[in-house]
């Protein structure tokens, strides 16, 4: 089925350990996004990208590594987890940087 | 750069009530609009989006939302709830090549 795929949907980790979240569309959408929801906050942009081997930092970059070998996938990497970065994580996509994004249902990290 | 006020942090409505969601955005040309609704656990779903033309746009849920530019808002309506809108809402504004800004989202109860 066409859609937006994110995995893990549940991870605990421990601080300082690396881990990767991966996001896939099917749409073969050229934007991809990733967020992080946390409450009193609402969503905040980490990166975006608007086509392969094209990223661009958002709002809360630091400590975030993205890349976008291939359109359909765009993988979220935490080189050194911090408790700091337990959250909601949320894979969006869109066909342009103004048109409606598609979400994933998100990924809930724990960083023990 | 623009930004996105969602001034109702909680709003609580009974079941049968018509709701107003309020949004207002700032930005000096005509924005690209947008709502989306979650619910818990699951990612953002669009529910409507205004680009152009007609002010007064339909979505989907039987929700409905009016741009109206000499206020720079964009309130999401509903003429009455029903238990299932129970929810978080979220406006978000476009412009120009840059991702969308989302505001801080409104939660929505609905009581009996």
């Known amino acids: 089925d066409a859609g937006i795929t994110q995995s893990p949907r549940y991870k605990i980790t421990e601080t300082g350990r690396q881990v990767t979240l991966m996001c896939h569309q099917t749409w073969s959408h050229s934007y991809m996004f990733w967020y992080r929801q946390d409450l009193g906050h609402g969503l905040r942009l980490i990166y975006y990208?608007?086509?392969?081997?094209?990223?661009d930092k958002g709002e809360v970059p630091d400590g975030y590594v993205v890349s976008r070998s291939k359109t359909e996938n765009f993988p979220l990497t935490l080189e050194s987890a911090t408790r700091s970065q337990t959250s909601v994580y949320f894979c969006?996509?869109?066909?342009?940087?103004?048109?409606?994004?598609?979400f994933g249902d998100g990924t809930r990290l724990s960083i023990l | 750069a623009q930004s996105v006020t969602q001034p109702d942090i909680h709003i609580t409505v009974s079941e049968g009530a018509s709701l107003e969601l309020r949004c207002n955005y700032s930005y000096g040309a005509t924005p690209y609009l947008f709502w989306y609704v979650q619910s818990p656990g699951q990612g953002l779903q669009l529910l409507l989006k205004y680009f152009s033309g007609d002010t007064l746009v339909q979505g989907i849920k039987g929700f409905e939302a009016e741009f109206k530019r000499s206020q720079s808002s964009f309130n999401l309506r509903k003429p009455s709830v029903h238990w299932s809108d129970a929810a978080e809402y979220f406006c978000a504004v476009g412009s120009g090549n840059t991702p969308l800004v989302f505001g801080k989202g409104t939660r929505l109860s609905v009581i009996a």
């Open positions: 990208s608007a086509a392969a081997d094209i990223t």
């Open positions: 969006a996509s869109s066909a342009g940087s103004n048109q409606p994004q598609h």
